[in-house]
């Protein structure tokens, strides 16, 4: 296996960056939009400082149905969209649409979890000292929440890897589509082994590097 990621280095190289792309461009977007929709989804709620029930419940339901939806499904589902946003279907750019498509709606329940933890003794404590709403979003709940944010958010990055080596099914790529064209196509069992060994190394520094922020966060 050894002889097998020297000889084909520039290959495993090559598909690290692609698989790096793709995380982060999906991750960034899935970001923005995930912590926004996670926002909403507690200060929209019940009870809450921004309470709207409609919103909240429809915001929900569209939700829940996107993630419902597996992402082998989503990418033949919105090619169309795919290929208006991007020019293409296929490679790198071609995954980073669906892929935020099926990271953006995780997040936002993660965001949302993060976000309900915190103590709800803070939040009234705020609003006695006369807070208004958009500092009780800013200075309380995103900033309380931030350790669980980050966990969150590590989990997000781990799937969304995991998504993006399904993406090489669809030519998009990556570690995924090395482990399919070379290692199953053309049975090269070590291709396939060494490219789930690089996955594996790469989640297992995610968790540690997000294991790392969270527990610093919680210590300040």
Excluded: C
């Amino acid at each position: 296996m050894l002889n097998n990621l020297l000889d084909k280095s520039d290959l495993y190289w090559k598909s690290i960056v692609e698989t790096a792309t793709m995380v982060g461009y999906s991750l960034v977007i899935s970001v923005i939009i995930g912590l926004l929709l996670g926002v909403l989804l507690v200060i929209l709620r019940p009870n809450h400082i921004y309470e709207n029930k409609a919103v909240y419940h429809v915001l929900n339901i569209v939700i829940n149905v996107v993630r419902s939806i597996p992402f082998i499904i989503i990418m033949v589902a919105i090619i169309p969209l795919t290929k208006l946003l991007v020019g293409t279907t296929i490679g790198v750019k071609g995954a980073i649409v669906p892929l935020v498509f099926y990271t953006a709606p995780y997040i936002a329940r993660l965001m949302e979890t993060a976000l309900l933890e915190v103590d709800p003794g803070i939040i009234e404590a705020y609003q006695a000292m006369g807070a208004s709403r958009k500092q009780i979003v800013f200075k309380v709940l995103l900033k309380e929440a931030r350790p669980g944010i980050i966990l969150g958010l590590t989990i997000a990055t781990i799937g969304l890897v995991g998504a993006s080596a399904m993406a090489g099914i669809m030519g998009a790529g990556g570690l995924g589509d090395v482990a399919i064209r070379y290692g199953y196509q053309r049975w090269e069992p070590d291709v396939m082994y060494t490219s789930v060994i690089l996955l594996i190394i790469i989640v297992q520094g995610i968790q540690s590097i997000g294991n790392a922020l969270s527990k610093s966060l919680r210590k300040k």
